[in-house]
């Protein structure tokens, strides 16, 4: 009798009863009293099935080309623009051109939209604002989401109103983050492909373009930010590896980047801090690390010295106002601390679509097999393997601190990677055919939580 492969028979299992229990519409599974998302039921499910499953299938394909690496890179970005645009074109109700204008004119959905619209619309009227000088007052003004930002996400619905006009601008903008969510898969490989290896990448790569969260979450700035913490995470492991300013001095352009756009991706320095300890213990010179550190943290400053000069953008008064106004807020909302950490790790786990949770527990349980205890640079590798779980510890650890509260499905996207990346590794020490059912549940969770549950609702 031919004995069953219990670790790729526990991660299709668990796809499985997630998807019975979504089905189901089990209590819990979609959040706790202070947050959920809405359950709903699809007349045309059969319909949404197919069209999900044809967008999902250039993953699929990727597989069988996966010595072309290229080839199969495209067809992973294929089907995450292919997966977004379809989810939104078969909503049952509010689908198409419509639902992107309807999204980016509501301000409970993307705020940002809003602000950068009334930003546009006064420039037209004959009353330009020098809004980057006077962004304190913007953030006490501004609605939602926006309350608490720095300028990045505002500035790019600037440019885009100015560069398409406000009739097209929502269509461009929906175009524009699928194609910016497609480059994060992207660089999510390239990340994964610095820290694990060829192999590796790919399945890490996979994974997160079939994420549920890369889908539900469509017309959300929220599934570009993978872009900046994988190059984060890459730009520092080759600045470490090779002792190199560039390397640093990239990083610290691309933490500029990063601040300016989301100030949760901070966390990562979790990561980043304890990517720098493993290799310290394996031999790598403080001195060396302090010296990459100064020049990092001296580009950080350098370019917003330039923007505070150019501008008149204050990042530090931009900061404390965006803490006050969180403090101001935060009252108003029920997040009860303690009781809210299982819960974050439950909307985070059901936003990566629970299988590649599965993957790395397997993976962490058990000795690695020779070829990858052996592989050098790869993960398998002492520091590899430890460097990966620090990347773990880094939502554990803002879970338990209750640094990012509620709807982690979505806020905790850019930390999707830190959770692929070890799940890939996995995934590629197995058989052609056992990574395609697991990719296959994969596709299958993200439609159950799709037709199950509303992630983006329109007032």
Not at 248 to 259: D, P, Q, R, S
Not at 338 to 360: H, K, M, S, Y
Not at 398 to 409: K, S
Request: proline share 6%.
């Amino acid at each position: 009798m031919a004995k069953i492969p219990i670790r790729p028979f526990a991660a299709v299992a668990a796809g499985l009863v997630v998807i019975i229990l979504v089905f189901a519409h089990t209590r819990g599974l979609n959040g706790p009293d202070y947050w959920r998302w809405e359950w709903r039921s699809r007349p045309d499910l059969w319909r949404a099935a197919f069209f999900l499953l044809l967008a999902a299938s250039p993953a699929l394909l990727a597989q069988v080309f996966g010595a072309r690496k290229s080839v199969a890179l495209a067809l992973l970005c294929a089907a995450t623009v292919a997966l977004q645009l379809t989810s939104n074109a078969v909503e049952p109700r509010l689908r198409g051109v419509e639902r992107f204008r309807r999204v980016a004119s509501d301000q409970l959905t993307t705020s940002y939209y809003t602000v950068a619209e009334s930003i546009v619309r006064a420039e037209r009227a004959g009353r330009p604002v020098d809004w980057l000088r006077q962004y304190d007052d913007l953030l006490r003004l501004a609605p939602q989401h926006a309350t608490t930002k720095p300028p990045g996400p505002v500035a790019f619905y600037v440019a885009v109103i100015r560069l398409f006009g406000p009739e097209r601008a929502p269509i461009a903008a929906a175009v524009l983050l699928a194609l910016l969510s497609a480059a994060g898969i992207a660089v999510t490989y390239s990340a994964a492909r610095i820290i694990t290896g060829d192999e590796a990448a790919l399945q890490a790569a996979t994974l997160m373009a079939l994420a549920p969260s890369m889908t539900v979450f469509f017309l959300y700035l929220d599934t570009v930010y993978p872009i900046l913490s994988c190059a984060l995470l890459a730009a520092w492991f080759m600045a470490l590896k090779r002792g190199h300013s560039s390397e640093a001095i990239a990083f610290g352009l691309i933490l500029f980047a990063a601040t300016m756009t989301s100030y949760t991706l901070l966390v990562l320095g979790i990561a980043l801090g304890g990517m720098t300890l493993v290799w310290l213990r394996r031999g790598g010179r403080l001195r060396t690390a302090a010296t990459l550190t100064a020049i990092a943290i001296g580009t950080f400053l350098g370019a917003y010295a330039v923007l505070w000069l150019s501008t008149g953008f204050n990042p530090i008064s931009a900061l404390r106002t965006a803490l006050e106004m969180q403090y101001r807020y935060l009252p108003l909302l029920h997040r009860p601390w303690p009781r809210t950490i299982p819960f974050d790790i439950l909307d985070f786990c059901l936003g990566a679509g629970w299988v590649p949770v599965v993957l790395v527990l397997t993976s962490f349980c058990g000795a690695p097999p020779p070829a990858a205890a052996s592989a050098g640079e790869g993960a398998g590798a002492p520091h590899g393997r430890a460097i990966l779980l620090w990347g773990l510890a880094t939502p554990l650890t803002v879970a338990l601190t209750g640094l990012i509260q509620a709807e982690t499905a979505r806020v905790w996207i850019f930390m999707l990677p830190l959770l692929m990346m070890p799940a890939g590794v996995e995934l590629s020490r197995w058989p052609l055919r056992q990574r395609f059912a697991v990719h296959v549940v994969m596709i299958a969770v993200t439609f159950a939580l799709y037709a199950n549950m509303t992630f983006i609702g329109t007032s």
